[in-house]
């Protein structure tokens, strides 16, 4: 259970990672201290990273790999914002969660799975919000609980 909520923020908070040629407002720069514009690789804390950077901002593909070398995570980001679709996989190369967003909102249904590939969780967003109903199942497969935040104001 550990793993599957560390994986749920992980995918939640994995975002932009700062590199020397960030600028003082957060824009990727060249030497001459342009705005730049290409592909990017990095390595922090033993996540490889390689992203499309446009006009200083991260726009495209979005890579993240295991220490390994194996895909850990992948999507697109819009204007520097996630963006339209997102997978994480686990070391075994097996999808281990998939979510959504729009121009940074989340959306959509998300969807974490355990290592068996088992549905672990089902959660729905909207315009950056909770709707809908959320259920997380057990490690049998059993319903262990539900919210409904459609109800929530």
Known sequence: ?????????????????????????????DSD?????????QTQ?????????????????ANYYY????LMESGTFTKGLKDQRWIRY??????SALAFYNMGKKTGTWLVYD???HKRFEMNYKDGEKTGL????DESG???STKDYSQVN
């Open 1 to 29: 259970m550990k793993k599957i909520l560390l994986l749920v923020f992980s995918l939640l908070g994995l975002g932009v990672i700062n590199a020397q040629s960030l600028n003082e407002k957060g824009l990727y720069i």
């Open 115 to 117: 290592d068996n590939g």
């Open 90 to 95: 686990n070391e075994n190369g097996s999808t």
């Open 142 to 144: 059993a319903v262990a």
């Open 67 to 70: 220490a390994s070398g194996k």
């Open 134 to 137: 959320w259920t997380n199942w």
């Open 45 to 61: 804390n033993n996540t490889k990273s390689e992203f499309i950077v446009k006009d200083g901002q991260i726009d495209g593909t």
């Open 33 to 41: 201290g342009e705005l730049f514009n290409g592909t990017i690789t």
